[in-house]
């Protein structure tokens, strides 16, 4: 009987946490960021390991979401080698960026998160795609260790099935939006609304 008690409660939290979550950002993300486990968590802070350029492609310190205060926050997953990236990824990030650059409560990033081809995959070509999209946002390289099974430890912590990878967290650092398709209108309009 505890048992049954206990499962009907895990139950009512998870769908209450997929109400309050969905409630926002249904039309953008139609709840599929729920098959990764981590939409409405708090997302991971950012790791020491990642290589990190300002900016202006000059080498930083190391960026952290506490950085950004209470800032939505949106972080592009990307691989140099990766079509879907160039084709589609990169241009929504580029557009979202432009039609968002005068909001100071939105804060964009991007992560090449390395999970194959370590040998295209670079530093060096982070750096350059940074420039060829004239991208002014800080941009990271994340290659993982040992402890993430040598891949990104960006894609380890926030559960990514792959690149082009859009993560979206709010001003508190709750995961709101975490996938592969992410309508570029609508997510804009919805990023506008919340930091009004």
């Known amino acids: ?24 950002w249904s039309d953008l993300n139609n709840n599929t960021q729920l098959r990764y486990g981590i939409a409405g968590l708090t997302g991971a802070e950012l790791r020491d390991s990642i290589q990190w350029v300002d900016e202006n492609g000059e080498p930083r310190t190391a960026v952290k979401l506490k950085d950004f205060r209470d800032n939505y926050k949106v972080i592009h997953g990307f691989q140099a080698w990766c079509p879907g990236c160039h084709s589609r990824g990169l241009p929504t990030l580029k557009k979202m960026s432009i039609a968002l650059a005068d909001n100071d409560k939105v804060s964009f990033m991007a992560v090449q998160t390395v999970f194959e081809g370590t040998h295209a995959n670079t530093y060096k070509r982070m750096q350059e795609i940074q420039k060829d999209y004239a991208l002014d946002i800080p941009f990271g390289h994340d290659t993982g260790d040992a402890t993430t099974g040598n891949r990104s430890g960006t894609m380890f912590d926030y559960q990514t099935g792959g690149t082009p990878w859009f993560i979206i967290l709010d001003g508190q650092n709750k995961v709101v939006f975490n996938d592969y398709h992410l309508d570029t209108a609508m997510a804009i309009k919805l990023l506008k609304e919340a930091t009004k």
Request: without cysteine.
């Open 1 to 24: 009987m505890q048992s049954i008690n206990y499962s009907l409660s895990l139950i009512v939290i998870l769908l209450t946490t997929t109400y309050a979550i969905s409630q926002d």
